[in-house]
């Protein structure tokens, strides 16, 4: 049996309640995933939607998972989760969504193989993604780019807010 990997995921829904959306994500992580376990989840905060501006504001968050799936089956089971919270996959890039799972990183493994790259591209341009890694593994190294402490240094402002955890639903 292979020993567990650290997996970090990037959870983000800007639709319905986008806060309820987040919990209930983490919810199904801890209780979805074969042979995987929480071991850790950042505060939400609410951002600007990245793409198209007339959508409304993100809840994001990023959560620490010890897991024994490999990278791929692990993607298709955040993606069956996506489905089950009424994800609907369409060619919109960035736009509106109930729910969006990110393989973030898993391990310190580099993969770069038709619809699976890992470390996420976007960690370096995301605050929404940076400052919850920095707050789960303030030592994290991003394979390819570096301490994320030093990445979040380089970042020119944010537009983040730490989500009340009493908005709980």
Do not use: K
Request: proline share 11%; aromatic share 4%.
């Amino acid at each position: 049996m292979n020993a567990p990997v650290s997996a970090f995921i990037g959870i983000g829904a800007n639709l319905g309640d986008p806060v309820a959306q987040v919990f209930d994500a983490l919810a199904r992580l801890a209780r979805d995933l074969p042979e995987t376990r929480p071991s850790g989840r950042s505060r939400l905060y609410r951002n600007p939607p990245m793409g198209p501006r007339d959508q409304p504001d993100y809840v994001n968050a990023v959560a620490r998972l010890e897991t024994r799936l490999e990278p791929r089956a692990l993607l298709h089971r955040l993606q069956a989760i996506e489905v089950a919270c009424g994800r609907r996959r369409d060619a919109t890039r960035w736009g509106p969504r109930l729910l969006d799972l990110d393989l973030l990183l898993f391990g310190e493994e580099v993969i770069d193989e038709p619809g699976l790259r890992v470390p996420h591209p976007g960690i370096p341009e995301r605050d929404f993604v940076l400052l919850p890694l920095l707050e789960l593994a303030p030592g994290l190294m991003i394979p390819g780019h570096g301490p994320v402490a030093a990445l979040c240094r380089g970042m020119c402002g944010t537009g983040l807010q730490a989500v009340a955890e009493e908005t709980r639903a």
